[in-house]
């Protein structure tokens, strides 16, 4: 079985057992065992859905801190434009370039650059390309991820181009080289995330590598910039934050950066499920490109950031307005297609199967299909798995048990106690002869009388 790298944890001293997570994990890689939750590995995207649902705080990602900046001897911040939006009115992008600075990083590289350098290559792309239709983001890996499980014959219809995290790294990292003279592996670049699946991407790319070495949480820096923004007023720096990079960090920027083609954009990942399966059905042929965005709101929305997200969407909108006025600005970017294609070609995630044996394979559908008819069909959760067929398909497996649905296992607990009821007004064949061989010894003593 292939090993797979995931930044979404479980803390297993918070986890009551609840199910939340189960109901809403939407490749349904939770199951509740023994009163705790378990991730199964080969099915979980990172999307930190589970971290938004957890009442307990029992699931986490796994991030860098700012201590990883000493194993490097040049270190890059690559801060994330949905970042900007954390901050309340008047701070600007080079307010919080100035203050990452402070916290110790040798140098920034905005990935607004990177998205807006994307979005140039995008509307090239769309104009030559005779993909099937929708193509499909490529920009968030948990979409991805989810289509590689859940939708691996849509594979083929996403854009085969780098995100503006990656080309935006190793544009800095490239700079960094030829500007300072360093080897690669002197380099640090960390990205400031706001939710874990883009950690995952990093630690286990799509592509040949990733040119970003960790990812920083927001929500674990957010404090320290904004203590630093109050105090100091930052170190400020000249910044190019252009418009429409900055806009791909709420839903519906990616779209309107790439503006003259038939758009859609989705986002929240049950939405971008919803939308999969009518493209799976053959629908929205008559969509060029959809943006989808696991997160509500796009990245404004993620797992990681400290603010609200509806708070931070109306802070993106004014940020937006404000860079406007700036008028458009020079990007030095590549200008080669080959820069920004991606590596190698993204391929379906092996998932649980029944039994690689075809006959078996199909003996045992055939009872999970006995077993699922049987079940009450309530999808509560409440047998640990996240819905009837779900545990059909579990007690097939082998890893659960007909009695784990509680109605089934009132049911025997109903049988159980009507057998108990009727053994308990039956006496046993010995003590009927006794009884009846005393009657009978008492007529004959009197008929001798």
Not at 155 to 162: D, Q, S, W
Not at 370 to 385: F, H, K, N
Request: aromatic share 6%; hydrophobic share 35%.
């Amino acid at each position: 079985m292939q090993k797979y790298f995931h930044s979404v944890m479980l803390e297993k001293e918070n986890c009551k057992g609840c199910t939340n997570c189960i109901k809403h994990c939407p490749t349904e890689a939770i199951r509740v065992r023994e009163g705790q939750a378990r991730i199964i590995e080969q099915l979980c995207i990172d999307c930190g859905e589970c971290i938004r649902r957890c009442p307990n705080h029992a699931k986490l990602a796994i991030t860098d801190t700012l201590d990883r900046l000493n194993d490097y001897k040049y270190t890059i911040a690559l801060p994330a434009p949905s970042f900007y939006a954390q901050f309340g009115p008047g701070v600007m992008p080079h307010h919080v370039l100035g203050v990452l600075m402070e916290l110790g990083f040798d140098h920034f590289y905005e990935v607004a650059v990177g998205a807006e350098a994307v979005s140039a290559y995008l509307r090239r792309y769309l104009n030559q390309s005779q993909r099937p239709r929708p193509l499909i983001s490529s920009a968030c890996p948990a979409v991805v991820r989810t289509m590689q499980v859940r939708f691996p014959g849509l594979l083929e219809n996403i854009v085969p181009i780098e995100t503006p995290m990656e080309v935006s790294a190793r544009i800095a990292r490239e700079e960094a080289m030829e500007k300072h003279g360093l080897k690669d592996e002197e380099i640090g670049v960390f990205f400031i995330t706001p939710c874990p699946a883009k950690v995952t991407a990093i630690k286990q790319p799509f592509g040949e590598r990733s040119y970003v070495d960790g990812a920083i949480s927001m929500s674990s820096i957010y404090g320290e910039v904004l203590n630093r923004l109050n105090s100091t007023g930052s170190n400020l720096k000249s910044t190019l934050s252009p418009v429409q990079g900055v806009g791909w960090g709420k839903t519906g920027g990616e779209n309107h950066a790439i503006k003259d083609h038939s758009l859609l954009a989705v986002d929240g990942i049950h939405n971008v499920i919803n939308v999969l399966e009518e493209i799976e059905r053959g629908g929205l042929y008559d969509i060029d490109y959809i943006e989808a965005q696991a997160c509500t709101g796009g990245c404004i929305g993620g797992p990681l950031v400290p603010q609200n997200p509806f708070v931070s969407r109306v802070r993106m909108e004014s940020l937006l307005k404000e860079l406007g006025t700036r008028g458009e600005q020079e990007l030095n970017v590549p200008s080669e297609d080959q820069f920004y294609r991606l590596s190698e070609t993204i391929l379906p995630r092996p998932t649980l199967k029944l039994s690689d044996d075809v006959n078996q394979a199909i003996q045992m559908l055939e009872e999970v299909e006995r077993i699922y008819a049987d079940l009450p069909g309530l999808d509560c959760g409440s047998c640990g798995s996240p819905h009837c067929r779900a545990l059909a398909e579990d007690i097939v497996r082998g890893s659960a048990e007909t009695s784990f649905c509680v109605f089934k296992l009132r049911d025997k607990l109903q049988q159980l106690a009507r057998e108990i009821v009727d053994l308990s007004h039956m006496q046993p064949p010995a003590m009927g002869r006794v009884a009846n061989g005393s009657k009978e010894d008492a007529k004959k003593d009197e008929f001798m009388e």
